[in-house]
T-cell receptor, first 112, second 114 residues
Framework: QKEVEQDPGPLSVPEGAIVSLNCTYS??????FMWYRQYSRKGPELLMY????GNKEDGRFTAQVDKSSKYISLFIRDSQPSDSATYLC????????????FGGGTRLMVKP | DSGVTQTPKHLITATGQRVTLRCSPR?????VYWYQQSLDQGLQFLIQ???????AKGNILERFSAQQFPDLHSELNLSSLELGDSALYFC?????????????FGQGTRLTVV
């Protein structure tokens, strides 16, 4: 079993929909949680960065962390075709430098 | 643009050969990380350097090695290449060596071993 699990999708939604992306993890040492967006053949781009449990909002994006359930989410409001990409969750533990453990990624397609 | 520069963008080489991938971190960043992305394994951490010294090691093969130079650029050396080494190799950088700082990724080097 992988340390970080993520539904690979693809997830197809109409433009304007609210998108929910999720990851579960097994390592209770993870303290820092990130969401990256990766367009085809490009490098991962950092979207959201949160520490420990709670919510964080940035524009149309909201990240939620529930450490008690070992579950993190990314919500995208008013989704746009330009949001079509692969979304990767990533995590790191306090004793592991900044080494990131990634989920496998969820491919999102937003249709006009 | 993340500010992390990787060269070359594409590399095609034969089995058994050796290649060097180069990474220039964002200005001021002291930490450099190398990741491998393949279809079956996803993004896997290979190794981290902080200010010239190895800080953390992941599932990096013995055929692979890396170093960070005084000007903070880093190189990943892959030798005795096998078909299974074909993948995207990413470099990332962050200001510090520990957790609490975000990592920013370059555009990657696509390695094809034939």
């Amino acid at each position: 079993q992988k340390e970080v699990e993520q539904d690979p999708g693809p997830l197809s939604v109409p433009e304007g929909a609210i998108v929910s992306l999720n990851c579960t993890y097994s390592n209770s040492a993870f303290q820092y949680f990130m969401w990256y967006r990766q367009y085809s053949r490009k490098g991962p781009e950092l979207l959201m960065y949160t520490y420990s449990s709670g919510n964080k909002e940035d524009g149309r994006f909201t990240a939620q962390v529930d450490k008690s359930s070992k579950y993190i989410s990314l919500f995208i409001r008013d989704s746009q075709p330009s949001d079509s990409a692969t979304y990767l969750c990533a995590m790191s533990a306090s004793n592991a430098g900044n080494m990131l453990t990634f989920g496998g990624g969820t491919r999102l397609m937003v249709k006009p | 643009d993340s500010g992390v520069t990787q060269t070359p963008k594409h590399l095609i080489t034969a089995t058994g050969q050796r290649v060097t991938l180069r990474c220039s971190p964002r200005s001021g960043d002291l930490s450099v990380y190398w990741y491998q992305q393949s279809l079956d394994q996803g993004l896997q951490f290979l190794i981290q350097y902080y200010n010239g010294e190895e800080r953390a090691k992941g599932n990096i093969l013995e055929r692979f090695s890396a170093q960070q130079f005084p000007d903070l650029h880093s190189e990943l050396n892959l030798s005795s290449l096998e078909l299974g080494d074909s993948a995207l190799y990413f470099c990332a950088s962050s200001p510090q060596g520990g957790t609490g700082t975000e990592a920013f990724f370059g555009q990657g080097t696509r390695l094809t071993v034939v």
